[in-house]
Nanobody
Framework: QVQLVESGGGLVQPGGSLRLSCAASGITFSIYTMGWYRQAPGKQRELVAAITRHQNTNYADSVKGRFTISRDNTKDTVYLQMNSLKPEDTAVYYC????????WGQGTQVTVSS
């Protein structure tokens, strides 16, 4: 059974930081492209950042220079370091694993508000 379990969300003030984690099980983690998506109320789910098995990364323009995606294949975990957070970053953040099949986590809420 495949599981992607996100953690690290919460409430943070504008300008603050959060680190999201996604622990995977039931897949050969090292071969998967891992991604973080987000969905704000009334909006479509969008790609935030992704990292391939070869450590190639890509980011949404809105988060470039503020967010960093990384992975630890020894822990089957992908991270999203989020700095300089803005209110418009408020969303549910979802972990995604993609290879032949695609899997999703349950999501973690990130709220940026003063």
């Amino acid at each position: 059974q495949v599981q992607l379990v996100e953690s690290g969300g919460g409430l943070v003030q504008p300008g603050g930081s959060l680190r999201l984690s996604c622990a995977a099980s039931g897949i050969t983690f090292s071969i998967y492209t891992m991604g973080w998506y987000r969905q704000a109320p009334g909006k479509q789910r969008e790609l935030v950042a992704a990292i391939t098995r070869h450590q190639n990364t890509n980011y949404a323009d809105s988060v470039k220079g503020r967010f960093t995606i990384s992975r630890d294949n020894t822990k089957d975990t992908v991270y999203l370091q989020m700095n300089s957070l803005k209110p418009e970053d408020t969303a549910v953040y979802y972990c995604n694993a993609m290879y032949v099949s695609t899997y999703w986590g349950q999501g973690t809420q990130v709220t940026v508000s003063s």
